[in-house]
């Protein structure tokens, strides 16, 4: 079975600055997904960024940016300029082709931007 | 925009009730899926749905089922409601067959507290 480890529960970062949340994850699978998401102290889970296995490029989303090592099994999440507003929690979530759709999360690493 | 909503943002209950959590999406998605929400273990499923009628066992199905009568809607039911059952519940819905998207859309979520 697959397993995603997020092995930052919290993490805090200036404003203006940028933070790297670290997400792993084990598979036997080689064609996959891996997802972060974000959920604000309003609860409503949001998707931040998207990256197929299958891509080498790393995915960008704005100030968004993840670090895909599919040799290390690694999945890291950039955010630059940290904003007031990227405040949360962030998940990690591994999502195999073969799996009907079913997305494995990680445990959720809270961000606090300090002003 | 796709719009998951839950009956209850907040529900309370005592051991041993019937407990139905609700849950409807607008965007005639085939998948749908229930997780529990607990600090330090991120998002688990309890449930999926690929159709109407049908279902499938998540990871901790224990203590829950579920119906889904109709496409847009997929319940939770608790039997017979435990207090080791206190936690947030989150539905998501998200397209079948669609890889390019594969993202899964989150309704607000229930925090359901069992006395």
Known sequence: AQTVTQSQPEMSVQEAETVTLSCTYDTSE???????????PSRQMILVIRQEAYKQQNATENRFSVNFQKAAKS?????????????????????GVQGAQKLVFGQGTRLTINP | DVKVTQSSRYL?????????????????????????QDPGL????????YDVKMKEKGDIPEGYSVSREKKERFS????????????????????????????????????????
């Open chain 2, 76 to 115: 939770l039911i608790l039997e017979s409601a435990s207090t080791n059952q206190t936690s947030m519940y989150l539905c998501a819905s998200s397209h079948s067959f669609d890889r390019i998207s594969y993202e899964q859309y989150f309704g607000p979520g229930t925090r359901l507290t069992v006395t």
């Open chain 2, 12 to 36: 309370v209950k005592r051991t041993g009730e019937k407990v139905f959590l609700e849950c409807v999406q607008d965007m005639d998605h085939e998948n749908m899926f229930w997780y529990r």
């Open chain 1, 75 to 95: 999945f890291s999440l950039k955010i630059s300029d940290s904003q007031l507003g990227d405040a949360a929690m962030y998940f990690c979530a591994y999502g």
């Open chain 1, 30 to 40: 080689s064609d996959y997904y891996l997802f972060w998401y974000k959920q604000p």
């Open chain 2, 42 to 49: 991120g998002l688990r499923l309890i449930y999926f749905s």
